[in-house]
């Protein structure tokens, strides 16, 4: 049998409702499958995990994709209970060779999501995979494996991105980062944005709402998804995401929004958000699937002898903001160590202590020539002169979580961990920077932060503190884009890739500047 026909039912006319007698969910051969002239793979597919045996798939059955009605979630009936649907993979493009075919379940208590683990396959290659649901099929996408633990690699090539605001701009970035074929992509934040700004905006948030609400949140990560570019660059590599602040609300940290509501009122609003995080991206289930307010996603994955990547989450396990004192001291402000001793305070943390022991303990493991850390915030030292002349640093990203960074840097060094290389996003602005434990100390690794894909950074907001940070190589603070990295056992190779205008949906794309890191040799040249 090709395919097992599933039992959904269309009646109901012009609300669009599906319905389908409890009965018949979970009926296989027989039952038929009518969508009603509707696509129910409207947000497309995705692959992530990559390990060297398999992936984990995803897709959203989403015939209604930005339905308001808290029922009905994509258009489906949560009360219709989960729904089962086909999945093949194939080892060529057009699907002739199918290696693997089977049931699926998109599960009602997430959306409609699916989360397919998938085991079993063959290492370092790529596989093509659809699913299907009666007549209906989704696109092909294509996922790869990683090469098996300590195998040859001899080149990788991948993307970074972050701040993806859809109200600002087309994602031609997404595009064009696609059109490179890259083996995988890692999303570093700021995925979605949760509040509507009605300025100067190319497009609108469809519900024109913040999101805070389960309901919200899912329309929030629909609309993303339909937009053509977004759902290209997902169904030709396998991604690899964390979040910034923005998938939740803006500059909150653990437990601590940024305008003080008590933690119990918040972490309602978080689990709302983390819940339609993980319904919408190819995250493994059997450690991703939150639990309440908690979901874990930092994930270390390893690519043969070449390439080991720890992805980790700045937001969810940080220490309150140091100075978090109302009206002012949400969780950005600018402080210093005469302002505000407790920045430098030895028990707060950017990661939470088990998470950080879990980073330092992989770091010291690791075997591969390259060691790589994504993660959401700068990680280097940047000095900001105020009015009046001193010098103060953010609260939000890892300058006011210091003592934190010290650590990292300090087992970065004691470990002796092959060519530490830190990804960052959300600056909305490219740069390469030193990071180092003071201002003379030798450089320990590098860090590359990427622009934004279409988030505005105000003319001279940088620029004018750079005389106080050495370290920083290179910021450029008024070109939009993404990152692509050529990685061989002799170097790594970082292009900052710009777009032409996010006003415009056919934006083209150039090279901005090139910074290689040879192996062995801390800190990157201008190429
Ligand atoms: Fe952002």
């Given at each position: 049998m090709l395919a097992r026909r599933s039992f959904l039912r269309m009646v109901g006319g012009s609300a669009g409702l599906l319905v389908?007698?409890?009965?018949?969910?979970?009926?296989?051969?027989?039952a038929h499958s009518r969508w009603a002239g509707r696509d129910p793979f409207s947000l497309g597919v995705a692959s992530g995990s990559p390990a060297s045996d398999g992936f984990v798939l995803w897709t959203r059955l989403a015939p209604?994709?930005?339905?308001?009605?808290p029922d009905l979630p994509?258009?489906?009936?949560?009360?219709?209970g989960d729904i089962d649907i086909i999945y093949e993979i194939a080892t060529d493009p057009a699907m002739r060779e199918i290696v693997r075919r089977g049931t699926a379940t998109a599960e009602a208590a997430f959306a409609h999501s699916v989360h397919l683990e998938v085991g079993g396959l063959a290492s370092n290659r790529p596989y093509w995979y659809r699913f299907t649901s009666g007549e209906a099929s989704s696109r092909i996408g294509c996922a790869r494996t990683a090469p098996a633990a300590g195998a040859p690699l001899d080149q990788l090539r991948f993307g970074f991105v972050s701040c993806s605001n859809y109200e600002e701009g087309y994602f031609s970035a997404y595009r064009h980062l696609a059109d490179e074929n890259p083996d995988l992509v890692f999303f570093l934040g700021d995925y979605i944005y949760e509040y509507v700004n009605p300025?100067?905006?190319?497009?609108?948030?469809?519900?024109e709402v913040e999101a805070r609400t389960l309901p919200t949140y899912r329309n929030r990560y629909a609309q993303y998804r339909l937009d053509a570019d977004l759902q290209r660059l997902h169904a030709v590599a396998p991604s690899l995401v964390t979040w910034d602040d923005h998938e939740i609300q803006n500059d909150y940290g653990g437990e601590w929004s940024e305008n003080f509501d008590e933690p119990d009122v918040f972490l309602e609003r978080r689990s709302a958000g983390y819940r339609a995080f993980y319904e919408h991206m190819p995250l493994r289930p059997s450690l991703s699937r939150p639990k309440g307010e908690r979901m874990r996603i930092y994930d270390r994955f390893a690519y043969g002898d070449l390439a080991e990547f720890s992805?980790?989450?700045?937001?969810?396990?940080?220490?309150?903001?140091?100075?978090?004192?109302?009206p002012d001291g949400g969780g950005f402000h600018m402080e210093n160590d005469e302002s505000c001793p407790e920045r430098r305070d030895r028990t707060r943390t950017m990661l939470g202590m088990p998470q950080e022991a879990w980073l330092y303990k992989g770091l010291a493991q690791s075997k591969t020539r390259w060691n790589v850390i994504a993660q959401n915030m700068m990680m280097a030292e940047f000095a900001e002169e105020q009015k009046g002349g001193d010098l103060r640093f953010s609260t939000d990203d890892w300058n006011g979580y210091p003592e934190s960074r010290a650590r990292l840097l300090r087992q970065i060094e004691k470990s002796r961990v092959a060519n530490p290389v830190v990804l960052s996003g959300d600056m909305h602005s490219f740069w390469t920077n030193d990071l180092k434990?003071?201002?003379?100390?030798?450089?320990i690794a590098t860090e590359f932060i990427t622009s934004s894909i279409t988030s505005g950074c105000a003319p001279d907001y940088y620029e004018r503190h750079l005389q106080h940070n050495p370290h920083v190589r290179f910021m450029e603070s008024q070109k939009r884009g993404y990152a692509s990295v050529d990685l061989t056992p002799e170097r790594m190779t970082t292009r900052y890739q710009a777009v032409s205008d996010v006003h415009d949906p056919n934006a083209t794309v150039a090279t901005l500047e090139t910074f290689v890191i040879e192996n062995g040799r801390a800190g990157a040249v201008g190429a």
């Open positions: 389908a007698a409890p009965a018949l969910v979970g009926l296989g051969a027989g209604d994709p930005l339905s308001a009605d994509g258009g489906i009936e949560m009360a219709r300025y100067d905006r190319v497009r609108a948030h469809s519900d992805l980790i989450d700045g937001r969810q396990y940080r220490s309150r903001a140091a100075c978090y004192i109302p434990l003071d201002p003379a100390a030798p450089v």
